[in-house]
């Protein structure tokens, strides 16, 4: 599996329901953050995790990280129509002595579709 | 507060033309990042600038592809001679100088190499 792989590759459910999509990741982070792209448009930021927090909240968005398992979750609780899009997860490497280069490394995505 | 900018949002070009795609980060960012999204796949990093200084370009292709941040105006991703292959959402995303780097995205320039 390649660094920040969603799964699943795609989600369909109903108004009301809860969306989880999991994503894993191969090196060690300094954090990792979730995006939402609606079609054929930029992305816009969610929410981000740090390293060292195991879960963090945002509304109706719930995170976790797991860093021995190397894997995330979000929920979305009480989902809409408005929340059809594609969910990407996107990790910032650490390297030698903690630091940061900045560059996300990004999965393939999850496609949410939410049926009202 | 303004976010990320980018233009043109569409650009079309043939084969062999230069493409240059512009983005202007969020007031009070100094670092700016390069992405490409090619059809139905994830974003790919290309480059990472910070004013005047090239920081990582190592998702760059080596040819044909190069990018500047200026000490004023805009960062400049620019593409010579541009292949089919080039067709794909560039994306640009501007942090603020701290340590955790929140990215904010631009809303891209889709170029399309007839």
Redesign the interface.
Request: glycine share 18%; proline share 2%; aromatic share 20%.
């Given at each position: 599996s390649q660094q920040?792989e969603e799964d699943p590759q795609a989600l369909s459910i109903q108004e009301g329901e809860n969306a989880t999509m999991n994503c894993s990741y191969k090196t060690s982070i300094?954090?990792l953050?979730w995006?939402r792209q609606n079609s054929?448009?930029?992305?816009?930021?969610l929410i981000?995790i740090?390293s060292n927090e195991r879960e963090k909240h945002s509304g109706r968005l719930r995170v976790t990280l797991d860093t021995s398992k190397k894997s995330s979750s979000l929920l979305i609780t009480a989902s809409r129509a408005a929340d059809t899009a594609s969910y990407?997860c996107?990790t910032?490497t650490k390297y030698a002595g903690g630091t940061?280069?900045?560059?996300?490394?990004?999965?393939?995505?999850t496609i949410l579709t939410v049926h009202p | 507060n303004a976010g990320v900018m980018q233009n043109p949002r569409h650009l079309v070009r043939r084969r062999g033309q230069e493409a240059r795609l512009r983005c202007s980060p969020m007031k009070g960012h100094s670092?700016v990042?390069w992405?490409r999204q090619l059809p139905e796949?994830?974003?790919?990093?290309m480059v990472?600038l910070q004013k005047e200084n090239i920081?990582?370009e190592?998702?760059m292709p080596k040819e044909r592809f190069s990018a500047e941040f200026p000490k004023e105006g805009p960062s400049i991703l620019r593409i010579q001679q541009v292949v089919r292959g080039d067709s794909a959402a560039y994306?640009c995303?501007s942090?603020p100088p701290r340590?955790?780097?929140?990215?904010?995205?631009?809303?891209?320039t889709?170029l399309t190499v007839l």
């Open positions: 920040g300094n954090n953050q995006y054929g448009r930029g992305l816009v930021h981000l740090r990407f996107a910032d940061s280069y900045g560059k996300l490394t990004f999965g393939q995505g | 670092h990042y992405y796949e994830g974003l790919k990093f990472y920081i990582d190592s998702g994306f995303a942090s340590q955790v780097k929140e990215q904010f995205f631009g809303p891209g889709r």
